[in-house]
């Protein structure tokens, strides 16, 4: 904003070391902060009004006080949690821990119709796979 360049001029002028710059992480990624002295001199500025680098600071300033505010909160959630939230918390896990039970209850009566099943057609298989006795045979 203070050079009137793109912002993608200014990266190509950090990585080719132009530009002094110190890069900081934030969630989002990194931001690059740049040196002011430096991109004046880089870039050549010569009217650069006081007013401008003031404006340019100011907006930094809220933006890095929106970003703390935003944080507090999180903070404070965890923190601290009310009794409400407790309730919540139990009530929901003894749903699941009931859920839990009906389906492991549906899982062992499956498995159990399953052998069930496996059983009756293992004697299915043996039955046909037994030797067949002649018509004529049956003294035997």
């Given at each position: 904003m203070l050079s009137n360049k793109s912002v993608q001029t200014i990266r190509r002028a950090i990585k080719?070391?132009?530009?002094k710059a110190r890069k900081s992480k934030t969630p989002q990624g990194y931001n690059y902060?740049?040196?002011r002295q430096s991109l004046?001199?880089?870039?050549e500025l010569k009217n650069v009004d006081e007013a401008k680098?003031?404006?340019v600071q100011n907006e930094t300033k809220e933006e890095e006080q929106k970003?703390?505010?935003s944080k507090t909160p999180r903070k404070l959630a965890r923190q601290f949690l009310t009794h409400e939230d407790l309730g919540i918390f139990q009530e929901t896990m003894r749903k699941l821990i009931d859920q839990h039970e009906k389906d492991?209850?549906?899982l062992f009566r499956l498995v159990k119709s399953f052998q069930d099943r496996m059983v009756v057609l293992e004697n299915?298989?043996?039955m046909l796979e037994a030797p067949k006795k002649k018509w004529f045979a049956f003294w035997r």
């Open positions: 080719g070391k132009k530009i902060m740049v040196d004046i001199s880089t870039f680098i003031k404006q970003a703390e505010l492991k209850e549906n299915q298989v043996k």
